[in-house]
């Protein structure tokens, strides 16, 4: 990477606190976690929240500390199985280590009923069975405090009882809620008799039918931290508002520890929707692939897009944690991805535009070798030999019968070097009816392999290419954004309405044999076009190469007008 991330930065404010703690000796040591909802596959957003929690865990290693891997699994209806695996994967990718601290809030099942339990036996809680309506409409609002509840001062004893009733499925949904009693005149809405359980009869993927009530985020995680001894409980800033009713759980239930929330501002990217709910709409309208489509921000996109994890986790750091909302540049993003690629991709050739050269003068073996280098800075990365013969594959767009000003490659009578190989001049061309170009024909320049242009030849020029008699056919995917509007979420039509219609282009490429063998995962350079990586679905080495654009070799958006 091109700065130094290794020079000590600069705290940000929770690592401020963090350190400021462990100085003063409140906390002996750091527990933070990270506590995705099992409904989605995690997003570029998450890694964000990965890199704090799990980081800061890493570097408080000293004193123990350690970052928890908490499934938040407490709503029954929106969950599945695979989603914990996509997630644990994601973590893993990005090179972080739960350890044995991985845990599911639905084993607290039985806790937070004893919480509930307590809080009514201390009538601080109670059976609800005014309509949702009802409750909505004494909720009151910012002016007027909220209407009492006739169930508000009902016996606990009653309460108690509805509530066992409740668990052993005595009745229907939406016949009752358990509410907390804190205050209805409060200007925090939240304060305002909270929901804490609700009925649904609906099967758990980790607890089956054991329970038919279910209980709030707000009311859960609070106890999820604290059973957890989770010391720093680091969230995203739209759960300000939650923070008293957060430390009210933690004042008025049986915890055995008092974790503290932090907020911090989310993750936007320009040019990218980041809602789970329109990432799943996405993938169930197939408006992409799944969840894994390299057009998606989910962590999965990323990697079958070619996105190196390093380059994910320096992006995170660089953003920074802040109080403050905003959206960041995605092209940020995509900067930090060719930045280490440029260093880290071995390069190779393939043709995405193939246009038949013939030499005519050839006269070594039917087919010889060149030997080319891995990467242009890094002789440790070797050099390979690469066939040719006497036709290779040109792009199409380094050929112009009429070259424009500083146009340096191929034109009629024009000098070239094929990268690693010979000088050639175009001797001549054909056309099809349509007037498009269909064949050159050129001579090699015998001797000139390795060495400076003969004198009288100007070639100011290398260019790409693969060898017709040894190159493959591969399926090449060039992918752009996804969406043609800076802030997809504020489209007036909605997102939907402002996909980029040319966000995936198959080609039809040519690439040089040693590539075609490459495995899934294979990451590299074509020369001169930019990042691509061997797909990990459909590529199969040796019978049908598939490769994705990771990233193009320069930000092409401010040219194209995209911003
Ligand atoms: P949902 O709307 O389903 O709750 P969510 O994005 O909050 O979606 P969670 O699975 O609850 O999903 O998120 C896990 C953690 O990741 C939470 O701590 C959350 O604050 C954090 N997180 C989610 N989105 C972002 C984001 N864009 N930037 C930073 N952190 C995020
Ligand atoms: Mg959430």
Redesign the pocket.
Known sequence: MSDSTTQPAKLDFIREIIADDLATGKHATVITR????P?GYLHI??A??ICLNFGIARENAAVGAKCHLRF?DTNPEKEESEYVESIKADVKWLGFDWGDDLYFASDYFTFFYNCAVHLISAGKAYVEQQSAEEMRANRGNLTTPGTPSPFRDRPAEESLDLLARMKAGEFKEGDCVLRAKIDLASPNMNLRDPVLYRIMHARHHNTGDAWCIYPLYDFAHPLEDALEHITHSL??LEFENHRPLYDWFIENCPVPSKPRQIEFA???LTYTV?S?RKLLQLVQEGHVSGWNDPRLPTISGLRRRGYPPEAVVHFCKRVGITKFSGTTDVALLEFDVRDFLNHSAPRRMAVLDPLKVVLENWSAEPIASVEVANHPQNPEMGNRDIPISNKVWIEREDFMEVPEKKFFRLGPDRYVRLKGGHIIRCTGFEKDTDGAITLIRAEILPGTIGADSPEGVVCKAAIHWVDVATGVDAEVRIYDRLFSVEDPDAAEGGFLSVINPDSLKTLAAKIEPALAAADAGFSCQFDRTGYFIADAIDHQPGVKPVFNRTVALKDSWVKKGGR
């Open positions: 990270f506590p995705p909802e409904n957003g998450h964000k929240s938040d969230c995203t989310r993750l936007n980041m789970k």
